[in-house]
Nanobody, 118 residues
Framework: QVQLVESGGGLVQPGGSLRLSCLGSGFTVSSYVMRWYRQVPGKERELVAL????????NYAASVQGRFTISRDNAKNTVYLQMNSLKLEDTAVYYC???????????WGQGTQVTVSS
């Protein structure tokens, strides 16, 4: 059974850090383009960061550039999103996404809530 399971969300103060994890099962994470999205109620889902399958090149939304880091641990079949210097506007549900470039097979996680509040 193919699954993506996010974890690591929670409540943090402005300026704090969190690390989100996205564990893949039933497929090989390193063969997919992996993305983190976030969504706030009433707004469209926003792409936050991605990591390519081959080479591991990364890309970030301008709003998180320099504060967030996406990475992958192939041995653990897991993708991470390290979030530093968190701001109130980073509050959202964060979703992990996997897309295979050739087959276009697409998987989504269930989401994990990140709340930045003082």
């Amino acid at each position: 059974q193919v699954q993506l399971v996010e974890s690591g969300g929670g409540l943090v103060q402005p300026g704090g850090s969190l690390r989100l994890s996205c564990l893949g099962s039933g497929f090989t994470v390193s063969s997919y383009v992996m993305r983190w999205y976030r969504q706030v109620p009433g707004k469209e889902r926003e792409l936050v960061a991605l990591i390519l399958n081959a080479g591991g090149d990364t890309n970030y939304a301008a709003s998180v550039q320099g504060r967030f880091t996406i990475s992958r641990d192939n041995a653990k079949n897991t993708v991470y999103l390290q979030m530093n210097s968190l701001k109130l506007e980073d509050t959202a549900v964060y979703y992990c996404n996997a897309v295979h470039l050739f087959s276009r097979a697409t998987y989504w996680g269930q989401g994990t809530q990140v709340t930045v509040s003082s």
